[in-house]
């Protein structure tokens, strides 16, 4: 619900009413990275396993970190949306979604436009991670 809030495409994010498919759904797309330090980042997608059965349960936003430590925010927390306290080292964080990584992927080189003259007017250009297109009509 937020990633459609945060203009993040299913492509880049997939999602799924089940966290813990969710999460898997993130890591066949290669979009999850391992606990730790790093990843606890401001607007990170964190992956938790609150009631510790080993699967995720909760998708919450990182909001604040400091080295291992961070605040996370989700919804559904005891009937509520809810700030905790997490820290990579207990047990519950699963995983991350690198949000700037998503939000904004590297860049690949723009085609060149075609010619003018060439037949092709009011070209567009289109990019979404993988698919570079111009769309021309006559």
């Not at 606990?35 to 609150?50: K, T």
């Not at 964080?93 to 007017?121: K, M, T």
Request: with cysteine; net charge negative; charged share 15%.
């Amino acid at each position: 619900f937020c990633l459609n809030y945060a203009n993040v495409p299913e492509s880049a994010v997939p999602r799924s009413p089940g966290v813990q498919n969710m999460m898997l759904m993130a890591q066949e797309n290669g979009v999850l990275s391992a606990p730790d330090s790093s990843m606890a980042a401001v607007g990170n997608i964190l992956f938790a396993d609150l009631d510790y059965n080993g699967s995720a349960d909760h998708a919450l936003i990182v909001t604040a970190a400091d080295g291992g430590s961070m605040t996370a925010v989700g919804g559904d927390i005891d009937n509520a949306v809810s700030a905790l306290g997490l820290s990579d080292g207990d047990g519950s964080v699963l995983g991350y979604i690198n949000i700037n990584s998503v939000q904004n992927p590297p860049q690949e080189p723009q085609p060149e436009e075609p010619e003018s003259g060439s037949g092709a007017d009011n070209c567009r250009y289109d990019d979404w991670r993988e698919q570079i297109t111009w769309t021309c009509s006559r």
